[in-house]
């Protein structure tokens, strides 16, 4: 069956703290995305990846980056985490083939206090 | 600006009562539109995918309809496993590649047996 792991399911972290969430996908796809999902707001792209070592802005990057390094994992990090970057975070992957449905982690809900 | 909307919000059925949720879109250029169904504390699952006006999907209970400004998600004599968040999103190209997803903020639906 078809897998997108994300590393942790609940995160607590302080302000200020670097933070790191990791995403695996073993379907060989090469797109993948990182989403936030907030009450009210929906689900937000902030960045994605259509190839190693490449990436790109969605429409929320502020305040984060990325880092894809293999084509199977894809990394969100938050340079310095802040009380309003608290949300659940979703990881998604898709192959450029079909290019259209993506395949979801469970996500993490982190907390930043 | 592209920008999905659903309605409603939240919707409250009694098992075996029939009802519609509603996608409506502004998009430059449909690539295609995606349903995904989210249980609490999962992420999105993929439902269907319409491409053109006039298109149907059908899965069980459930059938998607599309038109050039909506989709609407048709659901037959429900039952309480049918109870979730329903997310509609729009594919649009991004900085010239595609495959990324702009989402709706979704329909809560509750089904009472």
């Known amino acids: 069956d078809v897998k997108v792991t994300q590393s942790s399911r609940y995160l607590v972290k302080r302000t200020g703290e670097k933070v790191f969430l990791e995403c695996v996908q073993d379907?060989?796809?090469?797109?993948m995305f990182w989403y936030r999902q907030d009450p009210g707001l929906g689900l937000r792209l902030i960045y994605f990846s259509y190839d190693v070592k490449m990436k790109e802005k969605g429409d929320i990057p502020e305040g984060y980056s990325v880092s894809r390094e293999k084509k199977e994992r894809f990394s969100l990090i938050l340079e310095s985490a802040s009380t309003n970057q608290t949300s659940m975070y979703l990881c998604a992957s898709s192959s450029r083939a079909t290019n259209e449905k993506l395949f979801f982690g469970s996500g993490t809900q982190l907390s930043v206090l | 600006e592209d920008q999905v909307t659903q309605s409603p919000e939240a919707l409250r059925l009694q098992e075996g009562e029939s009802s519609s949720l509603n996608c409506s879109y502004t998009v430059s250029g449909l690539r295609g539109l995606f349903w995904y169904r989210q249980d609490p504390g999962k992420g999105p699952e993929f439902l269907f995918t319409?491409?053109?006006a006039g298109e149907e999907k059908e899965k069980e209970r459930l059938k998607a309809t599309l038109t050039k400004k909506e989709s609407f998600l048709h659901i037959t004599a429900p039952k309480p496993e049918d109870s979730a968040t329903y997310l509609c999103a729009v594919q649009r190209n991004y900085g010239g590649s595609q495959g990324n997803l702009i989402f709706g903020k979704g329909t809560k639906l509750s089904v009472k047996p």
């Open positions: 319409l491409y053109s």
């Open positions: 379907m060989d796809h090469e797109n």
